[in-house]
C-alpha cells in the first residue's frame, strides 16, 4: 500500500490528506536533487568538469580576463573557493594566471584556448536554466517560492548551513574536482595553490 494513504491516527476514517501532501513535498525535494546528481555527473562524464568549474570558466571566458577577486564576486563564492577551482582549472591546462604589470600584488585570471573550445560544446549549466526560467516568473511567483522554500529549509534544521547559489551535490568544494582527476602543480607555476588552510575555508564557506 502507498504510504501516503496511510490511516490518520486520529479517527482511522481515510487516507490522511497531511501525510499525502508531505509525501508530495518530499517527492519533490528527491526530483530537485536526482536532477542536481544526474546532470553534474554528465558533466563530469561528457566534458570532465564539475559544475563550480564550469561556472567558473563561464565567467572568465566572457570577461576575458579577471582578477582572482572579481571571479570570486560575479559567481558568489569566498575567495579560497576561488582559489581551489582555479588550482585544479590551472593544473589541466584550462585557465592561466599572471601578475598584473601595474600591480605585483594582483592575480589576474583568463581562459586558456582549450578552455574556450571545451564550453562551446558543454551543455547549459542546469543552474542557467533555473535562473532563466526564474527570472520569467512573476515577482509575486519568485517571492512565494522563496519564502516555501526557505520555509522547508527551516522544518528541515538546515537553514544556518552556509551554502553557495551554486547547483552541485555535496560541497561546493568536494565539487571543484572530478573523481580521479587530481594532478600535481606545475613545478614552474609562480602562483601559489591553495594551502590547507584555504581548503578547510572553503569546505566552511561554500
Not at 34 to 41: E, I
Not at 125 to 151: C, I, K, N, P, V
Amino acid at each position: 500500500m502507498n504510504e501516503s494513504l496511510q490511516q490518520s491516527p486520529a479517527d482511522g476514517r481515510g487516507p490522511n490528506p497531511c501525510a499525502h501532501r508531505c509525501d508530495e513535498v518530499l517527492v519533490a525535494l528527491r526530483r530537485v536533487i536526482r536532477a542536481v546528481d544526474l546532470h553534474s555527473r554528465a558533466l563530469v562524464r561528457s566534458h570532465g568538469l564539475t559544475a563550480p568549474q564550469a561556472l567558473v570558466l563561464k565567467e572568465i571566458v566572457a570577461a576575458g580576463e579577471l582578477p582572482v577577486g572579481a571571479v570570486a564576486q560575479r559567481v558568489s563564492l569566498s575567495h579560497a573557493t576561488i582559489t581551489d577551482i582555479l588550482n585544479r582549472l590551472e593544473r589541466r591546462g584550462l585557465v592561466a594566471r599572471t601578475r598584473s604589470d601595474t600591480d605585483r600584488r594582483r592575480v589576474l585570471v583568463r581562459a586558456t584556448p582549450d578552455a574556450k573550445q571545451t564550453l562551446k560544446r558543454a551543455p547549459p549549466l542546469l543552474q542557467e536554466s533555473f535562473a532563466s526560467r526564474f527570472a520569467g516568473l512573476a515577482d509575486w511567483e519568485q517571492t512565494m517560492l522563496l519564502a516555501s522554500l526557505q520555509r522547508i529549509a527551516a522544518l528541515m534544521d538546515a537553514e544556518r548551513i552556509d551554502a553557495a547559489p551554486v547547483l552541485a551535490p555535496g560541497s561546493v568544494s568536494d565539487a571543484a574536482e572530478p573523481a580521479g582527476t587530481a594532478a600535481p602543480q606545475s613545478a614552474g607555476s609562480d602562483i601559489a595553490p591553495a594551502t590547507a588552510d584555504e581548503s578547510e575555508i572553503s569546505d566552511a564557506g561554500a
